[in-house]
């Protein structure tokens, strides 16, 4: 990986001050509006609102995006194939009802380009409101105090409330408030400006634009004091509903004015405001969609929600949603002794994943969670490898709706198991109603790897969680269908001793596609294949019953079992002697090493400077592929394998994929580069806070902020679970005085405190006897509030400095040859140099139908 000199805190102190719970702006700057209107959302995993101004300006991308609300577009091949993606899926965004206009002397409220005396928004992790306070000085020499809050509701799904606050301090001045539902999804925005963030440019990590109306009008009506918006997407026929309640307190007397039409209702306040009197305005907006229930239903079901909220002031909802987070951070806070800084970002991490799975229900966790449209709202797997963990250690029920969304899904993965002349079921590599959406096979449709870490995230969840029953009604279909996707995609070879090999895949490096025995497909099949028949046996022994169920349901046949376990133990997984690595795929090491250290920062990342072509032709990663293999199975790798392994491929990884640092700084801790760990964790940390990618407009990383919460918890707290034992070889970083979490284990939870000299266990709540945990191969039971407290001598193997940003070369390959390292050149045309440089990017052109995919993943 290129190595950057951190600045260990890349925010601004002095515009965004340290703040162990809250994310704090100290004066506006209309350079960053895309991303700190991502930094700034707020949303609860099912409705989210980017972090645009009540007034509506100014704004780089005005969004309110609900999970799995989509429009589908057919997908045209320039030169299509069989199986190929047919319906792409994108995002709709939804009808806005943040807009609360705010005139003051008759002058607008602007914040680009209005006198303000003071300004201050902050993002509270601790109730997960969003608070902006300013003085504004109007044209005309008054100054006017504004004060809104904004908040999603965790308990009530469905739920939003916001507040705007107004008190004049000089004079009495006229107010006019305009309060609106605004439909932004078809077009412009109320002032005509294009939309800034959909389809710009070739990147194909943002959201395409459509060519036609995506929202058919199918109800609209403005009453009282409550105002609705309902549509139908064109093609997807999904159905939404979106309404709004107003309540105004003010000792001025006030005027009302409604209007409304198909794509726009407004509410009307003029008030004749006196000296150091406020005027608030308290709006709860309920939004409801479907995938096929009639537009008056779901209007009827706002107002359901919306006739319930009106019993609670707005002061209601807010305590009750800091009793929601309050239970929250008691089982998921990660506490840090590293300085406010760095807690403050975890905190925001942490706060983020809350944002992004609380209340998704029946939904998966989207790429971007819902803060922007970058891939599209599509679910990857991000969710099971980053996010899932997460969530089976600290909140087991949300993990169990993720777990249920993708059984849910298993049908759609069956037939398109057909589609790829498989037996089984292939899930998607992109989707959002089921299908894939990914238009780019090489990779995309190839990383046929999402079935095991599919059934990786189920393992580990009932693991830890003991949910039988889970398991035995939908869970063991699921590894069962995935298990025969792999038996029928592999095939046999043998030269002495068979071998079971998969051809033709993707791994999790993107920058290597269509491989034979990809490592990390091969490793995470294999352990597919192996739980599949552990968990048919065990059901077959102790639950009768139920596995006849489960044979009648998917018509399960003996024999298939042991050829599974066949399967697992032949399988090939490359080994090269000579470099002592083992190599990501069979063809790996043919290739000559891309040297990163003379490729310039402006040719970064490579996916959007030079063709796929060219950047299959080297040993050169996107992200983590072996490494990461390490981390998921590592008790199939020894220490100096993996040692070896870390060494080798560390050098040639890019870093062009957000969803790679955390899994290298796990696995730098275990073999003990500490220096590097630290430095990947950083990487990780303030991805978004410093938005070290560039691509935070589109949208939070919340892959990579899961793998915050595992940097934390499997690298320098050590954590393993293997088998269903919880074992423990702390790596706590130099200068670290401890870290503290909880663990929900089974029904139990349980306080770890790691410090320097000692790793303590205090279960809390108690399902079990104990809670029996290993901490470098010793064995400890643990009982409700006797604490353990485990001496430690020091925090593993420690290998001083930084791997650096050299090409690995050196080494021979097997024929004898020497593998070199190069870079290639790219020719710079004159109508791409506008495109190349970043300072001057090109006007936005209108985008086609479908839009141009290339290779991609969703951390990227």
């Known amino acids: 990986m290129n190595r950057r000199t951190h600045l260990r805190r890349p925010l601004n102190s002095g515009r965004f001050p340290i703040d162990p719970w809250r994310l704090v702006e100290t004066s506006y700057d209309p350079e960053d509006l895309g991303t700190t209107e991502t930094l700034f959302s707020v949303g609860n995993g099912y409705l989210g609102f980017r972090g645009n101004p009540e007034e509506g300006r100014n704004a780089y991308a005005h969004g309110t995006f609900i999970n799995g609300f989509h429009e589908t577009w057919p997908i045209r091949h320039a030169e299509a194939a069989f199986g190929f993606a047919r319906t792409g899926q994108t995002i709709v965004n939804a009808p806005d009802s943040k807009l609360m206009k705010l005139y003051v002397d008759d002058e607008p409220l602007i914040l680009g380009s209005a006198d303000l005396e003071d300004y201050e928004r902050s993002l509270d992790f601790r109730d997960g409101v969003l608070r902006r306070r300013l003085v504004w000085r109007t044209p005309s020499g008054n100054r006017v105090l504004v004060e809104s809050s904004r908040m999603v509701s965790m308990a009530q799904r469905h739920l939003a409330v916001l507040s705007l606050e107004v008190t004049p301090l000089d004079a009495d001045v006229p107010i006019v408030i305009s309060s609106q539902l605004l439909n932004r999804q078809d077009g412009e925005d109320e002032y005509h400006v294009p939309h800034a963030a959909m389809g710009e440019g070739t990147d194909p990590r943002k959201a395409a634009m459509f060519d036609e109306r995506v929202l058919l009008p199918r109800l609209s009506y403005v009453r009282d004091d409550r105002m609705l918006l309902g549509y139908q997407c064109a093609r997807s026929q999904m159905t939404i509903a979106v309404a709004a309640d107003h309540r105004i307190d003010t000792a001025d007397e006030v005027e009302t004015v409604v209007r409304g039409d198909e ?228 095939f046999w070879r043998s030269n002495g001793t068979p071998s079971f090999h998969i051809h033709g895949v993707t791994g999790p490096d993107e920058y290597t596609t269509v491989v034979n025995n990809n490592l990390f497909t091969n490793v995470m099949a294999r352990y597919n294949l192996e739980r599949a028949a552990l968990v048919v046996e065990r059901i077959r022994e102790r639950y009768p019953e139920a596995y006849e169920r489960l044979v009648s349901r998917v018509d399960l046949h ?212 104990e809670v029996r945990v290993r901490v470098r191969g010793e064995r400890y039971s643990v009982t409700l509030d006797s604490p353990v407290r485990v001496p430690l001598e020091g925090q593993g193997p420690r290998i001083d400095g930084l791997l650096g940003d050299r090409p690995q070369t050196g080494g021979r390959r097997a024929d004898g040859t020497r593998i070199t390292a190069g870079v290639p050149e790219p020719i710079v045309l004159a109508e791409d140099a506008a495109a190349i440089d970043h300072e001057t990017p090109p006007e936005p052109e209108p985008q086609p139908e479908t839009p141009e995919l290339g290779p991609h993943d969703p951390g990227s």
């Open 263 to 490: 794509d726009q209702a407004k509410l009307i306040l003029r008030v004749e405001a006196g000296q150091g009197r406020t005027v608030r305005l308290d709006k709860m907006v309920a939004y409801h969609t479907s995938r096929g229930v009639p537009v008056r239903e779901l209007a009827d079901r706002c107002d359901r929600t919306l006739d319930r909220a009106r019993r609670h002031t707005p002061e209601h909802y807010r305590a009750e949603q800091r009793e929601w987070y309050d239970r929250f951070w008691a089982t998921s806070d990660v506490e840090v002794d590293a300085g406010a800084g760095i807690q403050q970002a975890i905190r925001f991490n942490l706060f983020s994943l809350a944002q992004a799975s609380a209340r998704a229900d029946r939904q998966g966790v989207p790429a971007k969670g819902v803060t922007g449209s970058g891939y599209e709202g599509h679910y990857f797997w991000d969710s099971e490898i980053y996010v899932a963990p997460f969530l089976t250690y600290t909140q087991p029920n949300v993990a169990r709706n993720l777990m249920h969304f993708r059984t849910r899904m298993l049908p759609a993965a069956r037939t398109r198991a057909r589609e790829m002349a498989q037996t089984g079921a292939l899930f998607p590599w992109r989707t959002i109603n089921g299908e894939e959406a990914s238009a780019y096979y090489a990779a995309g449709s190839a990383q046929m790897h999402i079935n095991a870490d599919i059934a990786y995230a189920l393992v580990q969840y009932v693991g830890a969680t003991n949910d039988l029953g889970f398991m035995l009604r939908d869970g063991a279909d699921l590894l069962v269908e995935t298990a025969r996707m792999w038996a029928e995609l592999g």
């Open 558 to 769: 003996p024999e298939e079992v042991e050829q599974w376990r066949r399967c697992a133990a032949g399988m090939a997984i490359p080994f090269d002697a000579g470099l002592g690595i083992h190599p990501q795929d069979d063809f790996f090491l043919d290739r000559e090493v891309w040297d990163l250290s003379r490729t310039p920062q402006e040719l970064r990342p490579l996916m959007l400077h030079y063709h796929p072509l060219v950047i299959y032709r080297f040993q050169v990663l996107k992200q983590a592929d072996v490494v990461l293999a390490m981390f998921l199975q590592g008790d199939r790798f020894s220490l100096d394998q993996k040692r070896a392994n870390f060494e080798y491929y560390d050098p040639i990884t890019t870093g062009d994929s957000t969803l790679s640092a955390v899994v290298q700084s796990i696995v730098a801790a275990e073999v003990g580069y500490h220096e590097v760990a630290m430095d990947y964790f950083h990487d990780a940390l303030y991805v978004d806070l410093g938005d070290l990618h560039g691509n935070t407009v589109d949208g939070l990383h919340i892959a990579s902020a899961g793998g915050v919460w595992s940097a934390l918890v499997f690298g320098f707290a050590g954590l393993g679970d293997r088998n269903g034992r919880l074992r423990f070889d702390p790596r706590l970083p130099d200068g670290w005085g401890a870290i503290r979490f909880s663990l929900a284990w089974r029904g139990s939870r349980m306080r770890v405190e790691l410090d320097q000299e000692s790793i303590t266990f205090t279960v809390t709540e108690a399902n079990e006897p």
